[in-house]
């Protein structure tokens, strides 16, 4: 993999619930973390671009994609296009309205097309929800083909909720046929899940295969980004230190599992 063409791994802002941002921020670049993903929803403050870009520069740490919620309206996207613009940042991913979400659905479909002819430099991305939600999105039945074809026909990027897969569409057709699908991912967002099947759980610490994924995605030249993307206690959440250790543990899962790994 060439310096030009290396993957990095952000950390999401809503993987620290609760948080203020400038200590995320602190925290990301304590850790080693090549950039970050900013939840707009979880932080009030990050709709401010002249403070987010003041954060970036104070914690030297990009700001490398813009998280959108699952009730975005053109509100929350025009003042994310508006940050994208000021600080350079080429990914604006999308999480799946819910099934009961007209309003935010229509808008999507409506005027993707719009801010894509007019901002040809950002990825939108769209977040595929979680297996137990029926999503917004006009795919009826889960199936990861549909989904790349509801994409190509809106022209946009999927945002790869690993956790968020059917294990066996994970395993048996997505690991399968990677290098098909990799023109069409933005950004993946890493976590793992526990043995109980809740997601979001730090890196080798829960059921999936994720040595093999990570093996996948290096094998087939994945250039994008990885964002991690965590549900951690409260208990954990309460302590900075034991924040950091979890955070840690997962950037060096992911140093010796993708950065390190050598493909034959």
């Not at 109980?196 to 990570?214: D, N």
């Amino acid at each position: 993999m060439s310096s030009k063409k290396k993957a990095g791994l952000l950390l999401s802002t809503d993987s620290l619930s609760g948080y203020g941002l400038d200590l995320i921020f602190q925290t990301a670049s304590n850790v080693g973390f090549d950039g970050i993903d900013l939840a707009m929803w979880k932080n009030f403050d990050s709709w401010s671009y002249s403070y987010v870009k003041k954060l970036s520069e104070n914690h030297n740490i990009p700001v490398k994609c813009i998280q959108l919620s699952e009730n975005v309206n053109s509100r929350e996207m025009n003042q994310a296009v508006d940050i994208a613009k000021y600080l350079s940042i080429n990914t604006i991913s999308i999480n799946a309205p819910k099934i009961t979400n007209f309003k935010s659905y229509k808008f999507i479909v409506n005027n993707i097309g719009a801010y894509k002819r007019h901002n040809p430099d950002i990825k939108f991305c769209m977040i595929n929800p979680p297996k137990s939600n029926l999503f917004i999105l006009p795919v009826y039945t889960y199936n990861f083909t549909s989904i790349v074809e509801i994409f190509k026909k809106y022209k946009m990027f999927l945002g790869l909720d690993i956790v968020n897969l059917d294990e066996t569409i994970l395993e048996t057709n997505f690991l399968r046929k990677m290098a098909n699908f990799i023109p069409y991912i933005g950004i993946v967002y890493v976590s793992d899940k526990t043995k109980t099947g809740v997601g979001h759980a730090p890196l080798g610490q829960g059921t999936l295969k994720l040595e093999s994924i990570f093996k996948k995605f290096k094998q087939n030249e994945y250039y994008g980004d990885f964002s991690l993307k965590l549900n951690l206690d409260k208990l954990v959440l309460s302590d900075i230190e034991k924040v950091e250790q979890v955070l840690k543990k997962s950037r060096l899962f992911y140093k010796d599992n993708y950065i390190d790994l050598v493909i034959d």
